[in-house]
C-alpha cells in the first residue's frame, strides 16, 4: 500500500520535550542524585566505612536513570515493573463486578470511575445527546460521531485546505480556555460479512443472468475476509465553570458544555459530522469495546444499560496485556516521531483493515500562546545547555544537539508568527479474541506500526487498561490536567 504524496503535503515539526540535566540525566534525576550524593558525603562523616555500601548503590541507580530501555530511563521502567507486581500481589490489577443491591452500582473500572452518563437534550438538533461528566474534576466530554472521507485521490489542493482548516479548528481550542483537551478515534472492526450478504440477497433480481449471480454470490463469499467496520468519532473535554459566570447547576454546565462545543466547526476537516454521539452511542462504544461480540446488537440491548454495566465483568490488567470480557488486548504509545518531514498519511497502514479489532487514538492538548512560548523558550535554553556542557567536556556539541537546538528555533520562530503548541500523542489498542491469539494480533500491530516508515512505539507497560480506556469516550485523557 503506497502512493506518491507531494512535497506540500509534507509535514514536520515534531519534537519530545527535553530537560537537561548532567550525563544523560533529566533534570529531575539530575537534583535527585545532587541530594543522594550530599546525604551520602553527611553519612560518611561520621561513618567513613558507609562509602563501600552507598557508593555502590549510588553508581547502580545513576547507571539506571541513566541508561534506556524502550525509550525511556531504565530506572522508571525497573521501577514500573516492581510497582505493578506490588499491585498484582493484592490483586490491585484484577477487577470482578460486584450486584449491589438497587440503587447501588459500581463505576466503571481505573481512570473512568469518576465518570458518569448524562442523557441530555441538544436545543440546536432537537436530539438526544450524551454528555460524560468526570465527578472528581466537574469536566463534561461530548463526542461526535464523524463520517470521514477518503483523501488519497483528493486534489492536493483540496487535501491542503483540509489541513488549514484542522490547524483552525486547533488554533480555535487554543484561544479557549474552557476546552481542556480533544480527541479523534478510529475504531476498525473486521466485519463478519453476514450484513453484506443479508443487503445482496434482498437486492438480487431474480431475473438476472446466472453469470451476473454467480459472480455476485462468490464476492459476497470472499468479501467477508476483507470488509471491516469503521467507526470513528471525536472527543471534546470542557470545563463548563471555567467562565466569567459559572453555571449554577448541572443543567446549566451540561448546556455551557454544549455551547462551547458547538462553536468548534469541523466542515472543511476532510470528515463528514454524522451527528452527536447520543447516550445509547455511548453506551454501545464502551460496551463493545469490552465485548467485541455485541458491537453490531441493536439499540434496544443498550438503552436499558446503566454506566457501570457498559464496563467489563472482569478484566486484568497485566504488565503487556489487558483482559476483559470476549478478548485481550494490547496497547502501545507513541515513544518518538521522526525527525524528517513525512507524509499526512503517514498512519494509513495503521488504518488498514487487518484481522482483529484496532483502535487508533490522537490525543490533543493545545497550549495557549503564552503557555506555549514560555515552553519553547525553555526547550531552546535546555537545548543550547545540553550542546555546551557536551562541549565543554569533549570539545565540540554533538551534531544531532545542534540540529535539536536548530528545530526548537524552528518552532518558536513559527509560533511568533502565528502557529500554535500542541501537545499530543498517538495511542493505539487491538484486541484478540482469546489469549491463543494474542501473539499473532501483537505481530499484526508491528507490522503496521513498521509500515509507517519512521513512527516508533512501544507497549504501554503497566498502564494497558488506562491506555485501553483513553481510546474511550469515557473522558479521561492523560493530556489533559486537573
Not at 541530594?35 to 558525603?41: H, Q
Not at 460521531?145 to 488549514?164: C, F, Y
Request: charged share 20%; glycine share 8%.
Amino acid at each position: 500500500m503506497s502512493h506518491e504524496v507531494p512535497q506540500t503535503l509534507m509535514v514536520d515539526g515534531f519534537r519530545a520535550r527535553q530537560s537537561f540535566g548532567f550525563g544523560g540525566l533529566s533534570r529531575t534525576a539530575t537534583i535527585f542524585a545532587a541530594v543522594i550524593l550530599v546525604a551520602d558525603g553527611l553519612i560518611a562523616t561520621q561513618a567513613p566505612l558507609s562509602l563501600l555500601f552507598t557508593l555502590p548503590v549510588t553508581a547502580a541507580v545513576f547507571g539506571l536513570a541513566a541508561a534506556k530501555r524502550h525509550g525511556m530511563s531504565a530506572l522508571s521502567y525497573y521501577w514500573a515493573k516492581v510497582a505493578w507486581k506490588r499491585a498484582a500481589r493484592f490483586d490491585a490489577t484484577s477487577y470482578r463486578r460486584l450486584l449491589l443491591p438497587h440503587p447501588y452500582a459500581l463505576d466503571l473500572p481505573g481512570v473512568g470511575a469518576s465518570s458518569t452518563l448524562i442523557k441530555a437534550h441538544d436545543p440546536t438538533s432537537g436530539r438526544p445527546v450524551g454528555v460524560v461528566h468526570d465527578r472528581a474534576t466537574g469536566y463534561m466530554t461530548l463526542t461526535t460521531l464523524l463520517a470521514p472521507g477518503g483523501s488519497l485521490m483528493a486534489p492536493t489542493g483540496a487535501v491542503q485546505s483540509s489541513l488549514r482548516t484542522w490547524g483552525s479548528v486547533l488554533d480555535a481550542m487554543s484561544t479557549d480556555e474552557q476546552v481542556k483537551g480533544a480527541s479523534v478515534t478510529i475504531q476498525i472492526t473486521p466485519g463478519a460479512g453476514e450484513a453484506l450478504g443479508d443487503d445482496v440477497a434482498a437486492r438480487k433480481d431474480p431475473g438476472a443472468p446466472q453469470l451476473a449471480k454467480r459472480i455476485i454470490d462468490e464476492l459476497v463469499r470472499t468479501t467477508p475476509h476483507a470488509t471491516a467496520s469503521v467507526a470513528p468519532w471525536m472527543s471534546v473535554t470542557v470545563d463548563p465553570n471555567a467562565t466569567a459566570n459559572p453555571p449554577a447547576d448541572l443543567a446549566e454546565q451540561v448546556a455551557e458544555a454544549l455551547r462551547v462545543v458547538d462553536g468548534l466547526d469541523l466542515s472543511g476537516t476532510g470528515t463528514d459530522i454524522e451527528r452527536r454521539a447520543t447516550d445509547v452511542d455511548l453506551r454501545r462504544i464502551v460496551r463493545s469495546a469490552y465485548d467485541p461480540a455485541v458491537f453490531n446488537a441493536r439499540d434496544a440491548e443498550f438503552s436499558e444499560l446503566s454506566w457501570s454495566e457498559c464496563g467489563p465483568q472482569a478484566a486484568d490488567d497485566g504488565w503487556e496485556e489487558y483482559s476483559h470480557d470476549g478478548g485481550v488486548s494490547i496497547s502501545w504509545v507513541l515513544r518518538e516521531m521522526p525527525r524528517r518531514p513525512i507524509p499526512y498519511s503517514v498512519l494509513l497502514p495503521l488504518l488498514a483493515p487487518g484481522r482483529y479489532q484496532r483502535r487508533i487514538t490522537l490525543l490533543y492538548r493545545v497550549l495557549d500562546p503564552y503557555e506555549g512560548e514560555a515552553v519553547l523558550e525553555r526547550e531552546i535554553s535546555h537545548a543550547h545547555q545540553r550542546a555546551q556542557a557536551t562541549a565543554e567536556v569533549k570539545g565540540r556539541a554533538k551534531y544531532s544537539q545542534r540540529a535539536d537546538a536548530q528545530r526548537a528555533e524552528k518552532a518558536a520562530a513559527q509560533v511568533a508568527s502565528g502557529a500554535q503548541v500542541v501537545d499530543w500523542t498517538l495511542m493505539v489498542t487491538a484486541t484478540a479474541r482469546s489469549t491463543a491469539e494474542l501473539p499473532a494480533a501483537r505481530q499484526e500491530l508491528a507490522r503496521a506500526i513498521k509500515a509507517t516508515r519512521g513512527i516508533r512505539m512501544r507497549s504501554a507497560f503497566g498502564a494497558q487498561a488506562a491506555v485501553f480506556a483513553a481510546g474511550l469516550p469515557i473522558g479521561y485523557s492523560p493530556l489533559v490536567k486537573d
